[in-house]
């Protein structure tokens, strides 16, 4: 009897280790999936709870059972969270209404694995903003299949399908991804040297140098936490820019999902979250994060 007990808490061990071993993978599955750190932490925990309640004698490719269960139970969790809004089918066309993803920030000298891991292959918001707007199956069949090179067999199984509608799915929103997903300046020197450009013209209130660093149709999205509200244009971004200016002087350089951002943080609170994505030398789209509530959990001792 001791044995056998011996031999099953052995076992624990070793898909405990083995676990931990894939977490930071599963993570950043789950983060792509969900937009959510702490969701896609629940996520990761659920995939735990799910294999340690299983005879992992019979799985033969632990990874991959792992990315699949991770995989099914954020599916859910989407299914879910689009079930709880009265009109979804609206929702996927209304931008307005699309919720901003949790931000990822890092500063610019600081090496963060756990950080590196969740934002490897440099997952921006603005592509994070258009998977919230997929169907959840299409959300699902692009990250696993285009992100991570799942087999469509093993995604068919995970939505119930065919493998030529899973093929589908992933179609559908590859052609939605790249329709909406601003192509971004690669070098992070040049995009660091336009956002403080724009920064420095908000704080000296300068109307034209604003516009000189926006593109003339840039798209500034700014979640409060009652939804996200569109301004298009770069005269109407520059006046937003203008009336917020005087928060401007409390803003810090950032690497917001591994592009240049800055944290707006008055008496170290954080106030603001703002990812620019940068092409051909001008500012193409702001996300602003201004909800309270999700800001409180930042960890803004990573800008230190």
């Known amino acids: 009897m001791r044995e056998q007990a ?8 070793w898909l405990a280790r083995r676990f931990e071993a894939d977490r930071s ?5 789950a983060y792509r999936m969900l937009g959510s750190v702490s969701e896609a932490d629940d996520a ?17 490719n ?9 995989g099914r139970v954020c599916l859910d969790m989407l299914r879910s969270r689009r079930s709880r ?16 993803p949790d931000p990822v920030i890092t500063g610019e000298e600081s090496v963060n694995p756990e950080y590196q891991a969740l934002l490897a ?3 921006g918001l603005a592509l994070l903003v258009v998977l919230e707007t997929l169907a959840p199956a299409e959300r699902l069949a692009f990250v696993l299949h285009d992100m991570f090179a799942v087999p469509f067999e093993e995604i068919a199984s995970i939505v119930g399908s065919s493998q030529a509608s899973a093929r589908q799915l992933a179609s559908r929103a590859r052609r939605r991804v790249r329709g909406a997903t601003p192509v971004a300046q690669p070098d992070p020197g040049r995009q660091r040297e336009v956002v403080d450009a724009f920064l420095a013209a908000a704080r000296g209130g300068d109307f034209e140098g ?13 979640d409060d936490g009652g939804g996200a509200a569109l301004v298009r244009g770069a005269s109407a971004v520059a006046a937003q820019a203008l009336l917020f200016s005087r928060f401007s002087h409390h803003s810090r350089r950032a690497i917001v999902n591994g592009a240049a951002g800055l944290v707006s943080a008055p008496d170290g609170k954080a106030f603001s979250v703002l990812a620019f994505t940068v092409a051909d030398g001008r500012i193409v789209e702001i996300n602003l994060l ?6 409180a959990r930042l960890d803004l001792a990573v800008l230190d």
């Not at 659920?46 to 004698?57: C, G, K, V």
């Not at 604003?210 to 700014?222: H, I």
């Open 121 to 123: 292959d440099s997952v």
């Open 62 to 70: 632990l990874g991959g059972w792992l990315t699949t269960v991770v």
């Open 44 to 60: 990761v925990q659920e995939a735990w709870l799910r294999l340690s309640r299983s005879d992992s004698s019979e799985i033969q």
């Open 25 to 29: 993978h599963l993570r950043a599955v």
């Open 210 to 222: 604003l516009l000189a660093v926006l593109d003339p149709e840039v798209l500034l999205r700014a």
């Open 290 to 295: 201004a909800d309270p509530e999700r800001l």
């Open 6 to 13: 011996h031999e099953q808490e052995q076992e624990q061990d």
């Open 85 to 100: 809004r009265e009109d979804p089918l609206d929702w996927l066309d209304s931008p307005a209404e699309v919720r901003m």
